[in-house]
Structures are given as C-alpha cells and as structure tokens.
C-alpha cells in the first residue's frame, strides 16, 4: 500500500541552524514525491519535486530508495521558512492523486 | 486574482442537510481534484476529472458524496445527509494537462457538522 509518514507534527530550530524535516514513504514500484508548504494563511503550494532535484528558497530534498526516505533540508534556517509542510507521493503508475504525510509545523526561532 | 477559488469559505450545518460546494479551477487546466482534509491530517484525495470526466475516486468518497464538472470548468461537490465526522476542510487543486505534475491549490471550504 502506498503510504508516507512524516515522523514529526512540530519542529523547532534556530534561526541559521540547520534543519531537516523528515519524510518515509512505502511504495511498490518507482514512486515520484512531492514536497508542498502552507505558509500562514496561504494555499498550500509546491514546494520541490524529486525528479527536477533543484533547490527551492535554499531547500533540497533527495530521493534515497534504500532507506524509503525524501528528507527535506536546509543548511541555514530563516524565519519565513516556519510554515506546515507536507511530503507527497503521487499514486501508483502516475496515477493523479496525491498521498499526502500528515505533515510538519516546522517553526523558526529569530 | 487567477488563482483556483472555492465558494463558500466556510459552511456550518446541521446533521442531515444537504450542502454543495463550488471550485473554480485556474483557466484552461483541464484537470481538477478534490481533497478532504481533517485536523491534524494531511489532505486525503478524494476525486479527479480530466475535463469533464470523473476518472478517479477514492474509497472515502462514500454514496453521499458526488462530484460532477459538467463542461469541464467549475466544479460542485456535494455532500447529502451530512454526518459530524464530515466536519473538515475541503480543498480543490487544478493542473494543467498531461506531463503536469503540479497541482494548484484553492483556499478551502471549511466544513462543520453540528
């Protein structure tokens, strides 16, 4: 069954620390994830995509096959990175829903 | 604003009403989902339509819930004899077509059951 998990509901870091958001997921076959934020009061929105493997407002994610896992990282923390964020996996043979994780409330202390 | 939006922003009713939802999907995406959403959980899709079409359903949309986008540009969802556990957020997302892979998020329509 497909499945992500997002281990931790909060997390709260620094301003300039590093931070790691947390993503497993359980899938048979090739799977393509999906990072997505909520900033306060806004829509949720795309954030990055595994296959493009950019960096997004500092931000990277690699896929890691062996450990089922899409970490979400960022070397130096900033105050507008505190949102929700959400790990997402798109469905079996590119079908066109998401699963979503649960989600991180990640907070940046100034 | 061109954004996907959702009518009404939020909706309280009784146990047994009927209530109808509204989204609106950016223009010229032919795809449209919807996801339900309750505290602490992250968006559950419920339903897709390419155009006009419903192609995919989820397990959770139960027989009170039905979807329709009948010239493939807005679309209703609507819930009949609501229960309390339909008390969530109801978001609908669009994309462009095949190859897309990002979905367009709408605000919401908060749904509460008393």
């Known amino acids: 069954a497909q499945r992500v998990t997002q281990p931790e509901k909060l997390l709260s870091v620094f301003k300039g620390a590093p931070v790691e958001l947390k993503c497993n997921y359980s899938?048979?076959?090739?799977?393509?994830l999906f990072w997505y934020v909520q900033y306060s009061r806004q829509r949720l929105q795309l954030l990055l995509r595994?296959?493009s493997r950019e960096s997004i407002k500092g931000f990277t994610a690699d896929l890691n096959k062996g450990e089922t896992s899409f970490h979400l990282k960022k070397p130096f923390a900033q105050e507008e990175d505190s949102a929700m964020y959400y790990c997402?996996?798109?469905?079996?043979?590119?079908?066109?829903?998401?699963?979503f994780g649960t989600g991180t409330r990640l907070t940046v202390i100034p | 604003d061109t954004g996907v939006s959702q009518d009404p922003r939020h909706k309280i009713t009784k146990r047994g009403q009927n209530v109808t939802f509204r989204c609106d999907p950016i223009?010229?995406?032919?795809?449209l989902y919807w996801y339900r959403q309750t505290l602490g959980q992250g968006p559950e899709f419920l339903t897709y339509?390419?155009?006009?079409?419903?192609?995919?359903k989820s397990r959770l949309l139960s027989d009170r819930f039905s979807a329709e986008r009948p010239k493939g540009s807005f679309s209703t969802l609507e819930i009949q004899r609501t229960e309390q556990g339909d008390s969530a957020m109801y978001l609908c997302?669009?994309?462009?077509?095949?190859?897309?892979?990002?979905?367009?998020f709408g605000p919401g329509t908060r749904l509460t059951v008393t």
């Open positions: 339509f390419q155009n006009e079409a419903q192609l995919e």
């Open positions: 997402a996996l798109r469905g079996l043979w590119g079908a066109n829903n998401l699963f």
């Open positions: 997302a669009s994309s462009p077509g095949q190859g897309a892979y990002e979905q367009y």
């Open positions: 595994h296959i």
């Open positions: 223009s010229e995406h032919n795809r």
């Open positions: 899938y048979s076959g090739s799977p393509e």
